[in-house]
């Protein structure tokens, strides 16, 4: 047997089983998001969950191949790619790092903000970001992300081209208009090109095992990436889960980005990472099934960073 050095690695199948069930019932409060088609066809009873330890050991739940779209969960490696490739000041000219207090896809918030997205884990900063990846055109740039991504995390994340599709069949006009302040303040320089790379990257799809492989680049953090690994598990701590950031520090302690899909990652910094699956959200966009699981591994094998 594996000599074990992380807390993760004491977490037994059939307790986690357990809370899967759990977690699978409490989804069912939980709603599908119906503004993409294909989204909506979500199966709520879906379920999957990947834990990776930093000694090796990996455990596995559920339909663990199953591919689903990051959507907001590849938010937190559109930050890391740029502060690798572009520099911390140029970013963060770009979209602040405070937590935000209104919805993830908020005007309100943004117009308050004088057009500055309050951080890029909100969809102004993650459209803002996109204009800043390298490539000269959307498909060339999200190419560029991918290619970055799986060499980093030794994934096979893919863009789902039925996914973009059915994202681009109903035009998002909320995001739109928040493309089109971001215009008029002068924090971006084309609105459809943002817009258009924004959609593909938030289509890059994978299973539970690429996602927690992700998670994996910020917790092993190679030399050459620790300080921008660093910066962003800060603002996935602060601000990963939108305004609901602070109440899930208090409860988890970890930080977490979730999807629109039902992606949840967590990372466990020096431990390991946690991807999850599990369609329905609660009122802030957040995976149900997902935040409970986490919530009760993060308080069995106390691994809040605050304890
Ligand atoms: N593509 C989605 C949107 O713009 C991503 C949002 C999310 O996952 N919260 O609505």
Redesign the pocket.
């Known amino acids: 047997m594996k000599k074990s050095t992380s807390k993760l690695s004491s977490l037994q199948p059939e307790q986690l089983a357990a809370w899967v069930k759990e977690a699978i019932n409490r989804s069912k409060s939980g709603q599908i998001p119906a ?2 088609p294909l989204l909506a066809e979500a199966d709520r009873q879906e379920f999957a969950v990947q834990i990776r330890a930093i000694d090796g050991n990996i455990l596995s739940w559920g339909s663990i191949a199953k591919t689903f779209p990051l ?3 590849v938010k937190p490696f559109v930050l890391l790619y740029l502060l690798c490739e572009l520099g911390e000041k140029t970013v963060f000219d770009c979209a602040g790092c405070e937590p935000s207090e209104m919805p ?2 908020s005007l309100t918030q943004l117009e308050t903000d004088g057009g500055k997205p309050r951080n890029p884990m909100i ?1 102004s900063g993650a459209i803002a970001l996109a204009s800043l990846i390298p490539g000269n055109n959307a498909v060339a740039r999200c190419q560029n992300l991918q290619t970055w991504l799986n060499q980093q995390a030794n994934s096979q994340l893919f863009v789902d081209e039925l996914m973009l599709d059915s ?1 681009n069949q109903k035009r ?1 006009q ?2 739109r208009d928040l493309a089109l302040a971001m215009l008029k303040f002068g924090y971006l320089q084309n609105a459809e090109i943002a817009l258009e790379t ?2 593909r990257i ?1 289509c890059l799809s994978g299973n539970v095992e690429d996602l927690a492989k992700l998670g994996m680049v910020l917790v092993k953090s190679d030399e050459a990436l620790w300080e921008n690994c660093r910066t962003v598990k800060a603002l996935m701590a602060t601000c990963g889960l939108y305004e609901a950031s602070g109440r899930f520090a208090l409860r988890v302690g970890l930080p977490a980005k ?4 039902g992606a949840m990652l967590s990372v466990i910094p020096g431990e390991g990472a946690i991807g999850c699956y599990s369609p329905p959200l609660d009122r802030e ?1 957040n995976s149900v099934g997902g935040l409970f699981l986490l919530e009760q591994i993060a308080k069995a094998l106390r691994l809040s960073v605050f304890d």
């Open positions: 503004y993409v959507m907001s969960a993830f896809n969809n994202v998002n909320n995001n924004y959609n938030c979730s999807g629109v899909s966009g």
